[in-house]
Each structure stands twice: as structure tokens, then as C-alpha cells.
């Protein structure tokens, strides 16, 4: 399949595709004057960045109203996933969190220029922002899992629901973060890894005593 016929079997409209491709746009302009992704990368956009991100919309809460994303950065999966939100469950809003200063006025200038009205941006850490009622939390290559989970677990009750794209190290991260952390987790194959990546969804989430 095209690029084009992956993104639509997500059930999403061409709008929402020609949005993507914008947003892919920005990205290449903004990835001259600031490291976003590395050169190498650019030629693996749309499968390396794009829809490894976009596979995600598979896992979010399709009842959602409020989704974290920790690290946002270059804006995968969080400005992916607000697109795809944006058409699939208007009323969640997104959070984009990140902490470096330039990447968050990138991430505000994507959010003006594709009129997602969906998304916040907020420029520091989550461990030093108190959020109620999250639905749901993404992350995409910010810190091991033991680390993470120690800082958004304040953001987290019961049902919130806790999606990580993660690689090779995977099955180690779990191995340490259960020893200070108990959870309830399933484990899919990232459809668009090549090296033996997984998609954990993380509910349930206590610090160990």
C-alpha cells in the first residue's frame, strides 16, 4: 500500500490526510533552523515518524476527553494524534508538554498554522504540573519506563490509560520499572518497527511500597 492508503485505513478523512501532509511540511522547515528529527530521518518520514504515531489512535479511549502527551518535541505521536482527534472525538483536548523553549514555539507555530483548536501547548516538565481527570498519557522516546512512570504517575488514577512506543530495551525497562511499580499492561507489536518494537498500554498504575 501508498503511504496515502495506510493513513486512510485508519479511518480517517483525505482532509485529515492533507493535514498530516501539511503538518509534514512544517516539520522539514522547522527541522533546518532546530534539531526536530535527524537528517537521516527525513527520508523515513512517513513511516518512520508518521505512521508509527498514528497507530496509536488504535489504543487512545475512543470515549477520551483529556490526552497528555510527555515530551512532545518534534510533535510525534501528540500533533499526530490531535489531528487524527480533531476529526475522530472533536471533544478531547490535547496537551502537548515539553520542556525545551524552542520546540514548544515550534509545536504553537504547527498548532496556528493547522488550526488545532484541540491542543495546548505547555512549556515545562509534567512532574511540576498537577493535571485531574487524564484519560489518557503518550509517550515516544522520552525516558525508561521506571523513570516515566515516576513522572506522570501523579497525573494518573485507576483508568487512566498509559500508551508508550517502545523499542529493543523494552522487555528490560519493564523488568526494572516492576520492581517499584505494579500495573496492569498489554503489549501489541508496533506495526511499523523494525527492530523488535512494542506498543504498551498501562492502566492502573501504584508505586510499590
Known amino acids: 500500500m501508498s503511504f496515502d492508503e495506510d493513513v486512510l485505513n485508519y479511518d480517517v478523512s483525505r482532509e485529515t490526510l492533507q493535514k498530516i501532509k501539511d503538518f509534514m511540511q512544517i516539520l522539514l522547515e522547522w527541522n533546518k533552523k532546530i534539531n526536530l528529527i535527524s537528517k537521516n530521518s527525513e527520508t523515513e518520514l512517513e513511516y518512520r515518524h508518521v505512521l508509527d504515531s498514528l497507530q496509536l489512535i488504535k489504543y487512545v479511549p475512543a470515549d477520551a476527553r483529556l ?3 510527555v515530551g512532545s518535541g ?3 505521536p501528540g500533533i499526530i494524534l490531535a489531528i487524527a482527534l480533531q476529526e475522530k472525538n ?3 483536548k490535547v496537551v502537548l508538554i515539553e520542556s525545551i523553549t524552542k520546540k514548544s514555539v515550534y509545536l504553537k507555530d504547527v498548532c496556528h498554522r493547522l488550526s488545532l483548536s484541540n491542543v495546548e ?3 515545562n516538565r509534567v512532574e511540576n504540573i498537577v493535571f485531574k481527570k487524564v484519560d489518557c498519557i503518550t509517550a515516544r522516546a522520552v525516558a525508561a ?3 516515566l512512570l ?3 504517575a501523579h497525573c494518573c488514577t485507576e483508568k487512566t490509560k498509559v500508551v508508550l512506543l517502545k523499542g529493543k530495551t523494552g522487555e528490560e525497562e519493564l523488568t526494572a520499572a516492576a520492581k517499584n511499580w505494579q500495573y496492569k499492561i498489554e503489549v501489541y507489536e508496533n506495526a511499523y518497527s523494525e527492530q523488535n518494537g512494542y ?3 498501562m492502566t492502573d498504575i501504584r508505586k510499590r511500597k
Open 90 to 92: 472533536p471533544q478531547a
Open 145 to 147: 519506563v521506571d523513570k
Open 74 to 76: 518534534s510533535g510525534f
Open 67 to 69: 490526552l497528555l502527551d
Open 121 to 123: 501547548v505547555i512549556n
Open 199 to 201: 506498543v504498551y498500554c
Open 150 to 152: 515516576g513522572f506522570i
